[in-house]
């Protein structure tokens, strides 16, 4: 398994360079999932994941892993589960301590992923798993306020908490996992309770948007008044997911320090 360490300016293998990745720092790993078929695959979710973990690394110190991906020609010869379960095995038996899953997609395949998550940490610690669920933070986007329509301003988290829930598919409550030193903070539950044509209905345009502010590439059929719009939508779902996965990485480093014997 090659751990990849992230730097101001590139995610590099730690390998290639001849050093480790650091052991006590919050370790990221993206779970991607994506469509079985050609045109699927070469969506920009992949692209998005990496723009908005790359913000999450210039703030603050993360182990970045490249991402695991699932399709469902995968799927044939192995669950995502068992994927996920043999990734997180590798990670736990290599030290690291603190580890943030990451999904991106909308869970339609995928099934349970608290499930092999608290299982390799069983498997590799040999002690008994505490689950907490923890409730979506509150943070702060910068440059964004918004505001009802009679009734002043609003939370960023109440007009902006569906477009999340549908893509990158993050619950309003997430999951810790924790045994012995070992800290796992997963940004989904084993509830989902999103209505699925709702879901698709505001999963597309927030992909449009994030594309065109993340991966300019991909935005190249619009005109630039549609770009110019989609654009500035897209940088601020960026920011919010930024500023919640900033929250998580930040939880994760102050459980490690409360986990600290005493001087």
């Known amino acids: 398994m090659t751990i990849a360490t992230s730097s101001h300016t590139a995610i590099t293998r730690c390998e290639q360079e001849g050093r480790k990745a650091p052991r006590n720092v919050p370790y990221l790993l993206p779970l991607i999932e994506q469509g079985g078929d050609e045109r699927q695959v070469q969506s920009p979710v992949a692209d998005i994941a990496s723009h908005v973990i790359r913000l999450v690394a210039l703030r603050l110190p993360v182990t970045v892993a490249f991402p695991l991906c699932w ?13 996920m379960y043999i990734t997180l095995m590798a990670c736990l038996r290599q030290g690291f301590q603190q580890l943030l899953l990451v999904p991106w997609g909308r869970r339609q395949s995928t099934g349970s992923l608290v499930e092999p998550a608290l299982l390799a940490l069983s498997a590799v610690t040999g002690e008994a798993v505490s689950r907490t669920e923890m409730a979506l933070p509150h943070v702060h986007v910068d440059g964004v ?37 070992v800290k796992i903070v997963l940004l989904s539950s084993d509830t989902w309770m ?70």
Do not use: N
Not at 150 to 157: K, V
Not at 169 to 178: A, E, N, P, Q, V
Not at 219 to 239: C, K, L, N, P, V
């Open 71 to 83: 399709t469902e020609r995968v799927s044939q010869e192995r669950t995502f589960a068992d994927q």
């Open 145 to 181: 306020s918004a505001r009802r329509s009679f009734e002043g301003l609003s939370s960023i988290q109440a007009q902006l908490g569906p477009l999340v829930e549908a893509f990158p598919g993050w619950d309003r409550t997430w999951t810790k996992l924790s045994a012995g030193q």
């Open 194 to 263: 999103t209505h699925p044509s709702r879901t698709t209905a505001w999963a597309e345009p927030t992909i449009k948007a994030l594309a065109a502010a993340c991966c300019p590439h991909q935005a190249g059929f619009m005109t630039a008044s549609e770009r110019y719009r989609w654009q500035r939508d897209g940088q601020i779902y960026a920011h919010y997911l930024v500023s919640l996965l900033c929250a998580a990485t930040a939880f994760l480093q102050q459980e490690q320090i409360r986990s600290l014997p005493s001087p």
